[in-house]
């Protein structure tokens, strides 16, 4: 039953060198995504979610590089391609959405021309058949009388149309991955759940896996069928959405997941992670959580804890392995 | 799109109006007109008489109206120097400016918006250092003195090329053409460089600072996140939104081409309209400096609203009649 994983990161390391050190954006991360899956991956702003998606397409901005390890595309790396050959999975092999759909779309080109280049670049189409396919597309993610839209621009459409227009775009040649950076962020809370269920509708319909980006962990719980937590450039716990919303191994995924309100509560407070995730330049040494963990222990300022298996789960805490060796592994 | 139009042309027409009245004010009032044009021997009777058939004693309002109606027919009068209707002499001229405006405009496109492309795409290369320290020398050399370091190095050195004039030229009606022979190309050469060269500079600072922007922003690397060609990104998607700012500047610099060749074709003894002028500031030649005002006010009068029809072109943003559905 171990087949080759669609993508799969094996201790990613991203740096950003800058006048006082470098940076190290994301510090070992590995993870797999199988096909047709969708692995949401959280956490706060700046723990490396969006570098982690940048990366993988290999769309980071200088200075910034990959510093180690690999990214492997069904078994084939694809971190050490060439421009010119990463250029040819961008688009065609791995899709990628923005945050903001009201920048995402080129203000000077009618949408029809954007679909129908992206087309053409990818598939052996003729222009006609390209132009059946954009219709084809827009009516698949909504857009009422997709033909004559063809020729709309941009700024003729709403926050919301525009992003399903992005979605059309990001899988108009047919990648099996799309890497989906805060699709919804920018948008009216009323129109976030319709793209949401948009996306994973279109991509279940496709056979598409998704690499969901968010800090919403309603979002997540919904859609995704993995989850991960990072922190800090790593990974801080990783499994099946309901163990990990239900039983969080990690005391920070503890904290993350009372932060949730829900309706049904009986707390009058929400409780709160004390503090505020390190800048990049301070990380402390151990366990990048240590100064905000209610757990902490002496290894925890020592060493770095790496993933162990908890359950159908694996976090990386010294709590979590100390508990998992007393009961015997 | 209409009513843009017209507005815009009413514009136009008032714009035209107050520089007609400059010109008019500079005809009656810098020195007499009737002394610039009879010699000392002539009786005050005649000098009256004159007056009279110029209609110089109507009322003001009434000469200014006059000089209205003349204008618009290209009509301002008879040259004091030459004794010949200045539209005549101006539209001998004309052609010799235009030209060298025209080549020397697409001189610096053709040569500006690829080195500003460049320089904004490869920012730290050694090429791109290159063409910003030769784009500094543009900008701070002054035309004239660029003028004359070209004629010192092709013409008097390397004698490659003329160094005064047009060269032989071709009578298509009454435009005179040096496009069409050897010795006329070759003469366009050095003067359009040394007019060109500052909008050269100009354009490719610009190109390469719309580009920065350009490329940073989220539609690009949405278009680079779909895989499309690089070329594609760099010269369609990228390059057609800094075309905006681009098309302003140079319509401007278009207009200013025109306007300031006075220097370059007063080094290069170039026979067209800034010879012209100039040798009538020497002599005093209100008509020919009248018309000559009258004349680049309405080339920069045309020129910005050809610059602003393009922008409907370019960005359909601004075509306000297909308003968001």
Same mark, same amino acid.
């Given at each position: 039953?171990?087949?080759? &994983?669609?993508?799969?990161?094996?201790?990613?390391?991203?740096?950003?060198?800058?006048?006082?050190?470098?940076?190290?954006?994301?510090?070992?991360?590995?993870?797999?995504?199988?096909?047709?899956?969708?692995?949401?991956?959280?956490?706060?702003?700046?723990?490396?979610?969006?570098?982690?998606?940048?990366?993988?397409?290999?769309?980071?901005?200088?200075?910034?590089?990959?510093? !180690?390890?690999?990214?492997?595309? %069904?078994?084939?790396?694809?971190?050490?391609?060439?421009?010119?050959?990463?250029?040819?999975?961008?688009?065609?092999?791995?899709?990628?959405?923005?945050?903001?759909?009201?920048?995402?779309?080129?203000?000077?080109?009618?949408?029809?021309?954007? =679909?129908?280049?992206?087309?053409?670049?990818?598939?052996?189409?003729?222009?006609?058949?390209?132009?059946?396919?954009?219709?084809?597309?827009?009516?698949?993610? @909504?857009?009422?009388?997709?033909?004559?839209?063809?020729?709309?621009? &941009?700024?003729?459409?709403?926050? @919301?149309?525009?992003?399903?227009?992005?979605?059309?775009?990001?899988?108009?040649?047919?990648?099996?991955?799309?890497?989906?950076?805060?699709?919804?962020?920018?948008?009216?809370?009323?129109?976030?759940?319709?793209?949401?269920?948009?996306?994973?509708?279109?991509?279940?319909?496709?056979?598409?896996?998704?690499?969901?980006?968010?800090?919403?962990?309603?979002? =997540?719980?919904?859609?995704?069928?993995?989850?991960?937590?990072?922190?800090?450039?790593?990974?801080?716990?990783?499994? &099946?959405?309901?163990?990990?919303?239900?039983?969080?191994?990690? &005391?920070?995924?503890?904290?993350?997941?009372?932060?949730?309100?829900?309706?049904? !509560?009986?707390?009058?407070?929400?409780?709160?992670?004390?503090?505020?995730?390190?800048?990049?330049?301070?990380?402390?040494? !151990?366990?990048?959580?240590?100064?905000?963990?209610?757990?902490?222990?002496? %290894?925890?300022?020592?060493?770095?804890?790496?993933?162990?298996?908890?359950?159908?789960?694996?976090?990386?805490?010294?709590?979590?392995?100390?508990?998992?060796?007393?009961?015997?592994? | 799109?209409?009513?843009?139009?017209?507005? #815009?042309?009413?514009?136009?027409?008032?714009?035209?109006?107050?520089?007609?009245? *400059?010109?008019?004010?500079?005809?009656?009032?810098?020195?007499?007109?009737?002394?610039?044009?009879?010699?000392?021997?002539?009786?005050?009777?005649?000098?009256?008489?004159?007056?009279?058939?110029?209609?110089?004693?109507?009322?003001?309002?009434?000469?200014?109206?006059?000089?209205?109606? /003349?204008?618009?027919?290209?009509?301002?009068?008879?040259?004091?120097?030459?004794?010949?209707?200045?539209?005549?002499?101006?539209?001998?001229?004309?052609?010799?400016?235009?030209?060298?405006?025209?080549?020397?405009?697409?001189?610096?496109?053709?040569?500006?918006?690829?080195?500003?492309?460049?320089?904004?795409?490869?920012?730290?290369?050694?090429?791109? /250092?290159?063409?910003?320290?030769?784009?500094?020398?543009?900008?701070?050399?002054?035309?004239?003195?660029?003028?004359?370091?070209?004629?010192?190095?092709?013409?008097?050195?390397?004698?490659?090329?003329?160094?005064?004039?047009?060269?032989?030229?071709?009578?298509?009606?009454?435009?005179?053409?040096?496009?069409?022979?050897?010795?006329?190309?070759?003469?366009?050469?050095?003067?359009?460089?040394?007019?060109?060269?500052?909008?050269?500079?100009?354009?490719?600072?610009?190109? #390469?600072?719309?580009?920065?922007?350009?490329?940073?922003?989220?539609?690009? /690397?949405?278009?680079?996140?779909?895989?499309?060609?690089?070329?594609?990104?760099?010269?369609?998607?990228?390059? /057609?939104?800094?075309?905006?700012?681009?098309?302003?500047?140079?319509?401007?610099?278009?207009?200013?081409?025109?306007?300031?060749? *006075?220097?370059?074709?007063?080094?290069?003894?170039?026979?067209?309209?800034?010879?012209?002028?100039?040798?009538?500031?020497?002599?005093?030649?209100?008509?020919?400096?009248?018309?000559?005002?009258?004349?680049?006010?309405?080339?920069?009068?045309?020129i910005n609203l050809i610059v602003d029809l393009l922008y409907f072109v370019v960005d359909p943003r601004l075509r306000a009649?297909?308003?968001?559905?």
């Amino acid at each position: 039953m171990t087949q080759t &994983p669609l993508l799969s990161v094996r201790d990613l390391r991203v740096e950003f060198p800058t006048r006082r050190g470098i940076l190290k954006a994301i510090d070992g991360i590995s993870f797999d995504l199988k096909e047709g899956e969708v692995l949401g991956v959280v956490g706060e702003s700046g723990a490396g979610k969006s570098i982690t998606g940048t990366a993988v397409i290999g769309l980071l901005e200088p200075p910034g590089r990959i510093a !180690g390890g690999e990214v492997l595309l %069904k078994g084939e790396r694809i971190d050490n391609l060439s421009q010119q050959a990463m250029r040819k999975i961008r688009g065609k092999r791995i899709g990628m959405i923005f945050q903001d759909p009201l920048t995402s779309l080129n203000p000077l080109f009618t949408i029809g021309e954007q =679909i129908i280049e992206t087309i053409l670049t990818h598939l052996p189409v003729s222009e006609r058949e390209a132009r059946d396919r954009a219709v084809a597309l827009l009516e698949e993610v @909504g857009i009422p009388a997709a033909a004559d839209r063809l020729n709309a621009y &941009p700024h003729q459409f709403s926050g @919301g149309m525009r992003q399903r227009v992005v979605i059309a775009l990001a899988l108009c040649a047919e990648p099996e991955l799309v890497i989906a950076d805060e699709p919804t962020t920018a948008l009216d809370v009323s129109v976030q759940a319709q793209i949401i269920r948009l996306l994973q509708r279109v991509c279940r319909d496709h056979g598409t896996a998704v690499m969901l980006i968010t800090h919403d962990m309603g979002v =997540i719980a919904e859609t995704a069928d993995r989850v991960a937590v990072m922190y800090s450039g790593r990974i801080a716990e990783i499994g &099946p959405v309901r163990n990990v919303i239900k039983a969080p191994r990690h &005391p920070y995924t503890v904290g993350l997941m009372g932060a949730i309100p829900s309706l049904t !509560g009986d707390h009058d407070r929400l409780t709160q992670i004390p503090g505020s995730m390190p800048r990049l330049d301070s990380i402390p040494a !151990g366990c990048a959580f240590n100064p905000r963990c209610s757990l902490v222990m002496d %290894k925890c300022y020592r060493d770095r804890p790496d993933l162990v298996q908890a359950g159908e789960s694996r976090a990386a805490c010294w709590k979590v392995s100390e508990t998992e060796e007393a009961a015997g592994r | 799109m209409l009513a843009f139009s017209i507005r #815009r042309l009413l514009q136009a027409i008032l714009v035209m109006l107050v520089v007609a009245l *400059i010109s008019f004010t500079l005809f009656r009032f810098v020195g007499d007109p009737v002394n610039q044009m009879v010699g000392v021997e002539t009786t005050p009777e005649q000098r009256e008489a004159l007056r009279e058939r110029l209609g110089l004693n109507d009322p003001i309002m009434t000469q200014f109206g006059r000089f209205i109606v /003349k204008a618009a027919q290209f009509d301002f009068g008879t040259s004091y120097q030459f004794r010949q209707p200045v539209s005549d002499l101006i539209g001998k001229r004309l052609p010799a400016t235009l030209e060298l405006s025209l080549v020397s405009a697409i001189f610096a496109l053709l040569v500006g918006i690829p080195m500003g492309v460049y320089t904004g795409l490869h920012r730290d290369s050694v090429l791109s /250092k290159l063409f910003l320290s030769i784009s500094l020398i543009g900008i701070s050399l002054p035309t004239f003195f660029i003028g004359i370091l070209l004629i010192f190095l092709f013409s008097v050195t390397l004698q490659w090329l003329p160094s005064f004039g047009r060269g032989d030229t071709v009578a298509i009606g009454w435009w005179t053409t040096g496009l069409l022979t050897v010795s006329g190309l070759k003469a366009l050469v050095l003067p359009s460089i040394t007019l060109g060269l500052f909008q050269m500079t100009l354009i490719m600072r610009l190109v #390469r600072s719309e580009m920065l922007e350009v490329i940073r922003t989220d539609y690009i /690397k949405f278009a680079r996140a779909r895989g499309l060609r690089q070329r594609s990104i760099n010269f369609r998607h990228a390059l /057609k939104n800094t075309l905006v700012p681009v098309i302003t500047i140079t319509g401007l610099q278009v207009g200013s081409i025109i306007a300031f060749a *006075i220097i370059t074709e007063t080094v290069f003894q170039w026979p067209g309209m800034g010879l012209l002028f100039l040798q009538s500031v020497q002599n005093v030649d209100i008509p020919i400096m009248a018309a000559y005002l009258m004349l680049i006010a309405f080339l920069f009068v045309v020129i910005n609203l050809i610059v602003d029809l393009l922008y409907f072109v370019v960005d359909p943003r601004l075509r306000a009649d297909r308003a968001a559905l």
